[in-house]
Structures are given as structure tokens and as C-alpha cells.
């Protein structure tokens, strides 16, 4: 994904020169969108499994509780204190743990700028405006070039992460229930 910043003025304002051209570019990449949605509650639903089972596998009521309101990147960085906790006290290390946390933060935090993203604003070269870039040296509007190219690979990202988990999760029982 590409992106381009451009130095707010006095208005929050999007050039857009060929609206239909750029309509054309957003109507193409809608279903993807959708799906990117649909990919990463898939995936986010598999993480609160996770880490209903650390709670107590009898039942998810207890780790529901907990998850409650809870933001997908909390829920990662809870993830990672059980998992680091557990390969501490049983002395193992499990292969693919690392790359699994980056993906999973990765993908929550490419399924943001998709689900966040002020996709009316969607220029013809497919740049949608993410958000406001506030420094010392001033404001920046932010863009990010969207393409089909990119949202596949962000499917691909998120649907590897989600099988990556659950064959963290299998290694990480067969450690526990020592079916190694």
C-alpha cells in the first residue's frame, strides 16, 4: 500500500478531480472491502476462543467476561502474556510464536485503516484519506493507495494468521496434555 501526505490547509478537503473514475476504482474494490471485514471477525472470533480456553475449557462464560469490551489488540497483547507465561513454565519455545504475534497486530492494524478509512474521499489513483498526521511541524493528511493487489494480500495475511493460531494453539496442547 502506498501512501501520500499532503499539508493541511485551513479545511480538512480532498482533491478529487475525476469523481466518476474514482467511483469506478471504489466500486470495484467494495467486495474486497467486505471481505477483509468478514476475514478479520473470523479471526478475531478464533482469538477470543483462545483465550476463552486459558480461562477454563469447561465453559467460554468466565473468559467472555473478561474479553467484554475489550479491544482487538488488547486481546492480542493478553494472548501474548499467556502464551509467553506458558512457554516460560513449561521451558519450550514454539516454533512460529514470534511471526504469529506480528501478523496478528499487523492484520488489526491493516483491517483498521480498511474499516476506518474515509473511503468517500477515494481519489481516481484509489488514494482514500486515514487520518489527520499531527506534529511539531505541523498537520499532514495522510492517504493510503488501496488496491485490489493489496487487499488480496491483506485476505491472504489475515487467512494465514487464522490458520497459524490454531496450529499455535494445537502445538501449545499437545505441550500441555504431553501428546509430544
Known sequence: MKTKLVDFQQHLFHDIEDEEKAQEYLDELLPI???????????????????????TDRTDSMGLIVLNKMTYSTKVDLSKRFSDDFQLVFATSIDG????????????????????ADWESTDEEGYAFVKLKISKSGMQ????????????????LISSTRKN?????????DILYERV
Do not use: P, T
Open 165 to 173: 493460531l490454531n496450529e499455535f494453539w494445537e502445538r501449545r496442547n
Open 33 to 55: 472491502i467486505g471481505l477483509v471485514i468478514v476475514y478479520f471477525n473470523g479471526l478475531e472470533s478464533e482469538l477470543d476462543s483462545v483465550l476463552c480456553e486459558c480461562f
Open 97 to 116: 510464536y514470534e511471526l504469529l504475534i506480528s501478523d496478528l497486530r499487523q492484520s488489526g492494524r491493516l483491517r483498521n485503516m480498511v474499516a476506518h
Open 141 to 156: 493528511q495522510e492517504y493510503i493507495q488501496f488496491s485490489r493487489e493489496s487487499l488480496s494480500k491483506l485476505l491472504d
